[in-house]
C-alpha cells in the first residue's frame, strides 16, 4: 500500500535550520508532486509549496520564499524539505502529502514532523 | 488570517445534517473547481473526504456532499455519526501554483 513515512521530531534553537525527509513507497515516486504541509499547535493548516519530483522544479509559497528549499532522491523514493533561519512561530508539525497536479492532496498523508523551535 | 474563511465551530445531534461554509474569492475559491475538504481527528493527519467541489474519494461515505455558488463552497454532512466529530479544512487552488487553506471548522456530535 503507498505509505510517507517522516523523519522524526526535531528540537532546534533560533536561527537554525531543519531538514525533514518523506520516504515514499508503494507506488511509481515520479507520478505526483509532493507538497508539504504545516499545522502550528492548536491552528490550521498552511501549504509550504511543493516539488515535481520528476524534474526537480519547485513552488514556494510567498511566506516561505527565500527560507525553505525543497528536494528529493528518486533514487530512494525521498523527498526532503528544509527550512532555515528558525523562528519560535515555525513551531509546527510538517506534513508531506502527494499533490495530482490537479491541486489536490491525495492520500495518504505522512505521519507528521513536529519541529519545536525553542532556545 | 487564513485566505479562507469558515466558521470556528459546528454541532448537530446524531441523524441531523449540517453545513459547513468556506468563502473565499474571486481569485480562489470563485474561479477554480479545485476546492478540498480534509477531515482531521485529533493526532491525526488530514484526511481527503472531498475533492474538485464534490468528488468522493472512494471509501469516503456518501454521507459527506460538497458544492459551490460563486465565492463559496460548503460541505454538507447528512445523518452525523458520533464519528464525524473532528476538525474540517476547506482548500482551494488561488492561481499561480497557489493553495489556500481555510481556517478549520471543529464539528461537534452532540
Known amino acids: 500500500q503507498v505509505q510517507l513515512v517522516q523523519s522524526g521530531a526535531e528540537v532546534e534553537k533560533p536561527g537554525a535550520s531543519v531538514k525533514v525527509s518523506c520516504k515514499t513507497s508503494g507506488y511509481s515516486f515520479t507520478d505526483f508532486l509532493i507538497h508539504w504541509v504545516r499545522q502550528a499547535p492548536g491552528q490550521g493548516l498552511e501549504s509550504m509549496g511543493w516539488?515535481?519530483?520528476?524534474?526537480?522544479?519547485?513552488h514556494y509559497e510567498q511566506n516561505f520564499q527565500g527560507r525553505v528549499t525543497m528536494t528529493r532522491d528518486t533514487s530512494v523514493g525521498t523527498a526532503y524539505m528544509e527550512l532555515t533561519s528558525l523562528r519560535s512561530d515555525d513551531t509546527a508539525v510538517y506534513y508531506c502529502?502527494?499533490?495530482?497536479?490537479?491541486?489536490?492532496?491525495?492520500?495518504?498523508w505522512g505521519q507528521g514532523t513536529l519541529v519545536t523551535v525553542s532556545s | 488570517q487564513s485566505a479562507l474563511t469558515q466558521p470556528p465551530s459546528a454541532s448537530g445531534s446524531p441523524g441531523q445534517s449540517l453545513t459547513i461554509s468556506c468563502t473565499g474569492t474571486s481569485s480562489n475559491i470563485g474561479a477554480y473547481i479545485y476546492v478540498s475538504w480534509f477531515q482531521q481527528h485529533p493526532g491525526k493527519a488530514p484526511k481527503l473526504i472531498i475533492s474538485e467541489v464534490s468528488k468522493r474519494p472512494s471509501g469516503v461515505p456518501d454521507r459527506f456532499s460538497g458544492s459551490k455558488s460563486g465565492n463559496t463552497a460548503s460541505l454538507t454532512v447528512s445523518g452525523l455519526q458520533a464519528e464525524d466529530e473532528a476538525d474540517y479544512y476547506c482548500c482551494s487552488y488561488a492561481g499561480n501554483n497557489n493553495l489556500v487553506f481555510g481556517g478549520g471548522t471543529k464539528l461537534t456530535v452532540l
Open positions: 516539488i515535481n519530483v520528476k524534474s526537480g522544479g519547485t
Open positions: 502529502v502527494r499533490d495530482d497536479t490537479r491541486a489536490t492532496l491525495v492520500d495518504p
